[in-house]
């Protein structure tokens, strides 16, 4: 069964840092396009970050250039969202997602992805 698993999210002050886990099942991490999305409250589901298939080429979106960072470790089956100088505006349920299709390259658009987490919180205080 193809199963993606988020953890660690939580509440963080201003200025902190979290780090997600994404640990994946039931199919070959480095041969999927993996992303990080999030969704406010009231608001659309946005991507974050993402890394490709096998190159670990990596997109992201402007808001957190500079303050966050994905990685994967095969061996673990497992992707990481290190979310560094946090603000009010990054609270949101974090969603793993992967595409199906292998691609050396990504995009953050969450049309793009087909096997999703359930969801992890994240909240940050002023």
């Known amino acids: 069964q193809v199963q993606l698993v988020e953890s660690g999210g939580g509440l963080v002050q201003s200025g902190g840092s979290l780090r997600l886990s994404c640990a994946a099942s039931?199919?070959?991490?480095?041969?999927?396009?993996i992303a990080w999305l999030r969704q406010a409250p009231g608001k659309e589901r946005e991507g974050v970050l993402c890394i490709s298939s096998f190159t670990n080429n990596v997109n992201y979106t402007d808001s957190v250039k500079g303050r966050f960072a994905i990685s994967r470790d095969n061996a673990k089956s497992t992707v990481y969202l290190q979310m560094n100088a946090l603000r009010p505006e990054d609270t949101a349920i974090y969603y793993c997602a992967a595409k199906s299709a292998p691609s050396i390259r990504c995009t953050i658009h969450p049309r793009e992805y087909d096997i999703w987490g359930q969801g992890t919180q994240v909240t940050v205080s002023s």
């Open positions: 039931g199919f070959t991490l480095d041969r999927h396009v």
